[in-house]
């Protein structure tokens, strides 16, 4: 007999899935194989063939069209599911996650939508990489929103703090920023319209662990406008160097306190001179000059806890 569950645990529903018609991947029309009898102890349908789940997925190494993202991992997938349950197109699990996403799949069932258990090296496919997390959730990805002097004048005013990354090259380091600022409470990443900047991309999502569905990710045109904008309309802008800037990071205390405004410099090249010649100041943590610096995320972390962490 099944144990009840937890008041966290998703369970997956009984009963076999709804027939299909055919499927059409990339103008190749593919039919899925026959109807298969569920699994007792899961109650979901038996797992997907190749075809079946890259066909309903999209391709193997990114997402199938430029609006699309697959969110790896439960803690991701979880996250969009109770913020966003509209934006998820179509479900992949293996058959141990399968046990725990019986809500999602009764949504998605609702809303006539794809969901599936599939063979573990069959999620790998779907996923693009063997870190799925045993789950895969296809989603639409909302367009980037392009920075305005209204919309910081706003942000300001609400005293919301916001984190600028300076030509942040790598996914896996965006992701592990976008999870750090949601964990201090940063709910605005901006990053600059550049080629070298990484987005919000498969990766991305898959290292933020859910750490995007709890921020808003803007385009800047220009940095070193947008700094001025900051700092016109009342924010706190800091600049992180990797020398030159100043041991701690004193802050306002009381109601005067200025919102923050942090800005992140690329891996390898820090912040653009132009960039940081127009922050209000520059910030350097202390290290044993045995390495050069700290990893750009490991940095957002220390920042963030030294401006936001202590108040």
Known sequence: ?????T???FVAPTGAMRPRGSTEYHGVKVQPAAPRAPIASAGVPGPM????????????????????LKICGLAAVKARFAGDPGS?????FDHATGQRVGLMCKALAAQKKIYRQVEPA????VAGS?????????VYAPP????????????????ESVLVLDRIGNAHNLGAIARTAAFFGITRIVIPDHVSAARPSDSAHRVAEGGFEHLEVWLARDLVAFARELAATGYDVVGAATRGGRPDAPREKGKDRKPLALFLGNEEAGLAPDVAAVCGRLVTIPGSSKVESLNVSVAAAVL????LGRK
């Open 304 to 307: 963030l806890w030294e401006l």
């Open 7 to 9: 008041s966290d645990e």
């Open 122 to 125: 069959e999620l790998e496919k």
């Open 144 to 159: 980037l929103r392009v920075t305005t002097a209204d919309e910081t004048a706003k942000w300001a005013k609400a005293g």
């Open 88 to 92: 998820i197109k179509r479900l992949f």
């Open 49 to 68: 063939s190749a075809n079946e789940a890259i066909a309903a997925a999209g391709s193997r190494s990114g997402p199938a069209r430029h609006d699309e």
């Open 1 to 5: 007999m099944r144990s009840t569950p």
């Open 130 to 138: 063997i870190h799925h997390g045993g789950i895969v959730a296809v």
